[in-house]
């Protein structure tokens, strides 16, 4: 006997222990997050000429989506089918002008799991224009409410962020020479 537990509740502890450790309770990460938040990444690639966009989303937040968007289909992201549908919402979900007005027709680039994350990268020729850049980004909104996405500018010096969400949707962001 050790202390005062019974040899029993000590053989209880440990196979409560066991099974924690071997379902991966003390081994794995923690399988859901607090908040639900994308990264958008605008960055000029100058030896390319472009501007990269990147979108990171935590692979949960896209499981809970490919469920709604892709009813009675496995929502697994690393298959094609499934991040060839979070790139199509991602371009459907997020929209940049330019200072004129008019819509950047950015290029899919692909799609790929990294880490925890999916992540969808798009292109666009560099534009040359200065002025106000804006983006509306509504992604993921319609799967949770306090989805919020964080989008960098990093084409403008200094860099400028602003945090998308239910109560603003669009943000602009000033690039001079």
Do not use: K
Not at 6 to 17: H, K, T, Y
Not at 132 to 160: H, K, M
């Amino acid at each position: 006997m050790i202390g005062t537990a019974s040899r029993r509740d000590v053989l209880r502890g440990l196979a409560v222990a066991g099974l924690a450790v071997a379902g991966g309770g003390l081994t794995r990460p923690a399988q859901a997050h607090r908040s639900h938040v994308s990264l958008t990444r605008v960055l000029a690639n100058n030896q390319a000429g472009t501007w990269e966009f990147s979108h990171a989303l935590h692979q949960h937040d896209v499981i809970a989506a490919l469920s709604a968007w892709l009813p009675g289909e496995d929502p697994n992201p690393a298959a094609d089918r499934a991040r060839a549908r979070v790139a199509l919402e991602v371009e459907r979900r997020i929209r940049w002008t330019g200072p004129d007005g008019a819509a950047l027709a950015l290029s899919m680039v692909g799609a790929e799991l990294a880490g925890d994350e999916v992540v969808v990268y798009q292109e666009i020729a560099a534009p040359q224009a200065t002025g106000a850049y804006s983006v509306e980004c509504t992604l993921l909104q319609d799967i949770f409410a306090d989805q919020a996405n964080v989008v960098l500018f990093g084409v403008s010096r200094p860099s400028q962020t602003a945090r998308l969400g239910a109560g603003s949707t669009r943000a602009s962001f000033e690039r001079s020479r």
